[in-house]
């Protein structure tokens, strides 16, 4: 397996405009967010039905497949998953917020949608594809690299 180091510098290939690295500081997070969000609109009757409880904030299916995807990041490391734990029960609560006030799911798609025509945008700018063409699994680098170039 690769290190979090190695995906980063790969990573950063196709991310060296500062027109692109912009707009992913933007569209990146709004896709996991938006991505969250679909997940959460998701009707949980199985999952109400398994635990007798109902808890929108812990039994909806963002909450299952988050648990999954940060078993990636904590493969890179414990920091990763730290960090992309607060990340996702910040997108959590903040879609809970957001379905409480408006359609969750038509927000969510809207957001997707629109945050997805930016980052082919920067791409284009970039003059480079998209990483996750060659592999599935920056989709989940794209919010830790963020996260890193932010944090420096």
């Not at 980063?8 to 933007?26: G, P, R």
């Not at 408006?102 to 990483?131: C, D, R």
Request: glycine share 6%.
């Amino acid at each position: 397996m690769k290190t979090a180091q190695q995906w980063f510098d790969e990573y950063a290939v196709s991310h060296q405009n500062e027109t692109n690295q912009f707009i992913h500081f933007i569209c990146v997070p709004t896709i996991f967010f938006s991505v969250i969000g679909l997940l959460m609109s998701i009707p949980t009757t199985f999952l109400e039905n398994q635990f007798n409880l109902y808890n929108p904030l812990i039994e909806n299916w963002a909450a299952v497949v988050g648990v999954v995807i940060l078993l990636f990041y904590l493969r890179l490391g414990f920091w990763y998953f730290t960090q992309m734990l607060v990340i996702t029960l910040l997108s959590i609560v903040g879609n809970f917020w957001l379905g409480n006030n408006v359609n969750l799911l038509y927000a969510s798609i809207t957001l997707f949608v629109v945050a997805w025509i930016g980052q082919f945008y920067g791409h284009k700018v970039e003059g480079m594809k998209p990483s996750f063409i060659k592999d599935l699994q920056f989709l989940l680098i794209g919010p830790l690299w963020v996260i890193q170039k932010i944090g420096k």
